[in-house]
């Protein structure tokens, strides 16, 4: 492990791109991005809590030069939509933060696709979208990170069963989706530098830092409302194993804007477990090191139509 230093960036004239843009850790960093100078596209599943979004943004930022994008991860359609739509326009994405994701549905749900909805939102979405905007990435020479987590080392990939119908686990199904996360930030880092890209590609994670992820992934398939969130709260106010936003975001801000920031490597806190704490440089976790899995789930997910069902 090796902390960082996060310096003040200039990212004026640059077109960053958000998932999850709308709360969390999404909202925090678009903020910091607009904050920067950048022009930020938040690419949104609500659009309604969307543009509850950029009201938040403007009042920290009244400069700011945002817009909205609709973006449902969890179906393809949608995100051929907005790969589509900027091809069309045809302007450099200089920044993409792969952020948007749910976590531990009690029941295994599917995306419109028919995907596991937590390997279909977090990983296929996100993986898609990077490959099909490669044009525009490599012509801006882009920054490109991937937002995982440190449950990436309890993920333990079967490709006989990546979506899990045999057995379905929320934490595993959550775990993997995570480790392949980790793998595409990595893998698309090793084909920029044998191909010539000039893409910087990482992967970063914000620790356990408190936002709706808690609630909205859990909640699902319950009758009642499921513990996380209240527990979660509890413990950010107490001060222990849980950090909020603003400090939350920073190993993400720096992977995706410090010159600093490598490709190939996963930022992340440098507290006790990896659960809070300041940015830092962290060993990539003994389950993402395995290239020959890593090309695989890549030629997966290019190998993913546009709908899979129906």
């Given at each position: ?51 509850s ?8 930022v ?10 449902d ?13 900027l ?54 020479k ?126 992340g ?32 997910a ?9």
């Amino acid at each position: 492990m090796r902390k960082v230093s996060l310096d003040s960036q200039n990212l004026t004239g640059r077109l960053a791109l958000v998932t999850g843009a709308n709360s969390g850790v999404g909202l925090g960093l678009a903020t910091r991005l607009a904050a920067a100078g950048a022009e930020v596209l938040l690419a949104v599943r609500d659009t309604a809590k969307g543009e509850s979004a950029l009201v938040r943004i403007r009042d920290e930022v009244p400069a700011a030069k945002l817009s909205l994008r609709p973006l449902d991860l969890a179906s393809l359609e949608s995100v051929h939509a907005l790969i589509d739509g900027l091809l069309t326009a045809g302007r450099p994405v200089d920044i993409l933060v792969n952020n948007a994701g749910v976590m531990a549905p009690a029941t295994r749900h599917t995306t419109a696709d028919g995907l596991e909805l937590q390997f279909g939102t977090n990983f296929v979405g996100h993986a898609v979208l990077t490959q099909r905007l490669l044009p525009l990435l490599r012509e801006a020479k882009a920054r490109v990170t991937t937002v995982t987590s440190s449950a990436a080392r309890q993920g333990r990939l079967d490709f006989d069963d990546l979506q899990a119908e045999r057995r379905y686990s929320p934490v595993k199904a959550y775990n993997n989706s995570k480790l392949a996360d980790l793998l595409l930030a990595l893998e698309l880092d090793r084909r920029s530098r044998a191909e010539g890209w000039g893409i910087v590609s990482n992967a970063a994670h914000p620790g356990t830092t408190l936002t709706g992820l808690y609630a909205a992934g859990p909640n699902l398939g319950r009758p009642k409302p499921a513990p996380h969130e209240a527990v979660m709260t509890r413990l950010a106010r107490w001060g222990i194993l849980v950090q909020a936003v603003p400090q939350g975001v920073l190993p993400i801000l720096y992977a995706a804007t410090s010159p600093h920031a490598e490709g190939g490597r996963l930022y992340g806190p440098d507290g006790f477990g990896q659960f809070t704490g300041g940015p830092a440089e962290l060993t990539v976790y003994k389950s993402a090191r395995d290239e020959a899995a890593a090309a695989r789930l890549w030629d997966y997910a290019a190998g993913v139509p546009q709908r899979t069902k129906g």
